[in-house]
């Protein structure tokens, strides 16, 4: 009897299941307007391709994709999406002249890398690959082994080659400075030269709450005579209309009031 060859393997099942989720991952990560969307399309790739790397036996690539890439590399770049800003709107001004030469080089000589080393991997068969799975311990052991006795100082160089990357994205990405900052002696002199022009009160505003219930921003604080200081309430909650009203807020302090003039009023006929 003949032995039968399965028609479908776990490995096509995985394939066609994970492949077409990291070619959306890869398409929503080039065609997405938001960098932060752009990153977690990213993070899909990531784990799909972890995935496939399970799935033909590799699990030191599986375990590096998610350790190195989904938690490191991929963490780096949130960590200098929220540092630059992704709310921040693209400026043409050049800060730094020639960056934009320097980087058109720098893509061109990786494109040239990237296609001499996808033609030479298509070239003939992978050398040593036999003997490096026969090598005690597999592998995965011996792959460690060179990466820490033998290109240890290749593996640092490139922990700081990423780092020094994140701080040059940083300086490309900040942008150019339009007014001068504004310290504190400043402040102060444009809040006298607004007293001497327009009458505004040159002290600090009115803290939200003041004789009310509630120590809430919503609840705006009150003046003597029971209405609303403007100064107080804040312009997203005055546009939103969830400002407590204030007969709400004043109705407590006019009824002990009251209660005191009552108290007053009898102890006078006493």
């Known amino acids: 009897m003949t032995n039968l060859v399965p028609l479908v393997t776990a490995q096509a099942v995985a394939f066609w299941i994970l492949a077409p989720i ?34 033909l036996d590799a699990p030191f690539l599986f375990v590096v994709q998610i350790i190195v890439y ?9 960590f200098v999406m929220m540092l630059v800003g992704v709310d921040t709107t693209d400026s ?45 311990g597999g592998h995965v052991q011996s792959l460690a082994a060179l990466i820490f006795t033998k290109y240890v100082f290749a593996f640092e160089a490139t922990a700081a080659l990423l780092i020094t990357a ?12 339009l007014r001068p900052k504004v310290r504190q002696a400043g402040q102060l002199a444009e809040r006298m030269r607004r007293y001497a022009d327009e009458g505004a009160h040159p002290g600090p505003l009115p803290s939200p ?18 209405s609303i200081a403007e100064n107080s ?19 407590p302090t006019r009824k002990a009031f009251a209660a005191i003039e009552s108290v007053k009023a009898e102890e006078g006929r006493e």
């Open 70 to 78: 989904m938690g490191a590399i991929l963490m780096l770049f949130l």
């Open 166 to 177: 994140a701080l040059a994205a940083m300086v490309l990405a900040h942008g150019e400075q």
């Open 92 to 136: 043409f001004v050049e800060t730094l002249k020639g960056h934009r030469v320097a980087s058109a080089l720098a893509a061109l000589g990786f494109v040239v890398l990237l296609v001499g080393a996808v033609a030479r991997g298509l070239k003939g068969s992978p050398v040593g690959l036999d003997a490096a799975n026969a090598a005690e």
């Open 209 to 226: 709450g003041v004789y009310a219930r509630s120590n809430s921003v919503q609840a705006p604080a009150l003046l003597p005579d029971g």
């Open 22 to 55: 990291a070619v959306l991952g890869a398409l929503g990560m080039v065609l997405s307007r938001k960098p932060v969307h752009s990153a977690l399309s990213l993070a899909m790739m990531m784990i799909a391709l972890a995935g496939l790397y399970a799935s």
């Open 233 to 251: 309430v804040v312009q997203a909650m005055a546009d939103r209309g969830v400002v407590v009203d204030p007969s709400e807020l004043s109705g």
